[in-house]
């Protein structure tokens, strides 16, 4: 079992930055690529960001590329979400999970969830 816990939302002006946290437990996730999804009021959950833990590739939605920016702390177990210029379009709940294998984009192959963080950009 791995526990994912985001921190980091907030209320931010249109034009600033937030950075969002996932800390895991349970195991370690040198197996498992970690992705960022959001999830707007009346909308789908989208992929935002992802990284392998393996290669440290990096994966980004079209809509936050430039922007955003993922990456990862090995030893404390954390990935984290860059979010610089922010719209209000990127008002959402973020939420952060793990996966095993499958697509990346895809939330249904993701294993572990976390319970999510808001993110309100004002304008």
């Known amino acids: 079992q791995v526990q994912l816990v985001e921190s980091g939302g907030g209320l931010v002006q249109a034009g600033g930055s937030l950075r969002l946290s996932c800390a895991a437990s349970?195991?370690?996730?040198?197996?498992?690529?970690m992705g960022w999804f959001r999830q707007a009021p009346g909308k789908e959950r989208d992929f935002v960001a992802a990284?392998?833990?393996?290669?440290?590739?990096?994966y980004y939605a079209d809509s936050v590329k430039g922007r955003f920016t993922i990456s990862r702390d090995n030893a404390k177990n954390t990935v984290y979400l860059q979010m610089n210029t922010l719209k209000p379009e990127d008002t959402a709940v973020y939420y952060c999970?793990?996966?095993?294998?499958?697509?990346?984009?895809?939330?249904?192959?993701?294993?572990?969830w976390g319970q999510g963080t808001q993110v309100t950009v004002s304008s």
């Open positions: 990284i392998s833990w393996i290669t440290d590739s990096t």
């Open positions: 999970a793990a996966r095993l294998r499958g697509n990346y984009l895809l939330p249904d192959d993701y294993d572990y």
């Open positions: 349970g195991r370690t996730l040198n197996r498992y690529t």
